[in-house]
């Protein structure tokens, strides 16, 4: 028999009214943890901090609809890590996430609820066995940002790089961009989807090659999809 651990340990930044739904987020999970009846949450609810349900709005015979919706298993609410606040000056809280049975999906859902002052944001995580065999051990990290929570293992980062090589660097393994040459200045400007307009390389939008593939009517009568350099994708 062997034991595995999803372990995490890092420090955010953060306004202290964020800090404190934090602690709201664990009286929650308390109430939630007793299996109460609906109407018995719903009333444990109302009378949790307003700023908890103005994040978290009312929703489902318990109300606690919202909230549970950040874990990838609503039957267990359970943030699975230790949180510590303190005071770093006037304006900040230093908050440490840490556990060795870590809530990686939860956390960081969370964090995109609750605690918009410290995005973006993110952390690394590492699962881990006490038995040494093969496949048990990896890790990953997550991205949280004011768009959502993007997670990156390191089973997908070595997935990627090894297609990469297997591909080779023209094949637009990473995302091609579209280029388009000014013919009076000879300078070549990358089509950003957003503006509708040509820019910098660092503001062009990133496409499939199957979507530049397929897509007709392109606003240019030359242009050319030029592959995303591997090192600017990595």
């Not at 870590?102 to 690394?124: D, I, M, Y």
Request: charged share 20%; aromatic share 10%.
């Amino acid at each position: 028999m062997a034991n595995t651990y999803t372990k995490a340990a890092f420090t955010i930044l953060m306004s202290h009214a964020d800090a404190m739904l934090l602690r709201v987020a664990e009286q929650a999970c308390g109430i939630l943890d007793t299996g109460g009846e609906d109407e018995d949450l719903a009333r444990q609810y109302d009378a949790l901090d307003p700023a908890f349900r103005a994040v978290f709005p009312p929703e489902g015979a318990s109300k606690f609809g919202t909230f549970l919706a950040i874990f990838p298993d609503p039957g267990f609410p359970c943030l699975d890590c230790a949180i510590d606040i303190r005071s770093n000056d006037a304006n900040d809280a230093q908050v440490t996430f840490s556990g060795e049975q870590f809530g990686v999906e939860q956390v960081a859902n969370l964090l995109l609820a609750a605690c918009k002052s410290a995005l973006p944001c993110g952390f690394a995580w590492v699962s881990d066995c006490d038995r040494v065999r093969p496949g048990e051990f990896a890790g990953g990290c997550v991205v949280v940002t004011g768009d959502g929570v993007r997670f990156h293992s390191t089973q997908t980062i070595l997935e990627r790089a090894l297609h990469r090589i297997e591909a080779g660097a023209d094949s637009g393994v990473d995302g091609v961009v579209l280029a388009v040459r000014d013919p009076s200045s000879g300078d070549i400007g990358f089509w950003n989807d957003a503006t509708q307009s040509l820019g910098l390389l660092c503001h062009a939008s990133v496409y499939h090659p199957s979507r530049a593939a397929s897509w007709e009517n392109v606003p240019f009568e030359e242009f050319d999809w030029m592959a995303l350099p591997q090192n600017l994708a990595a």
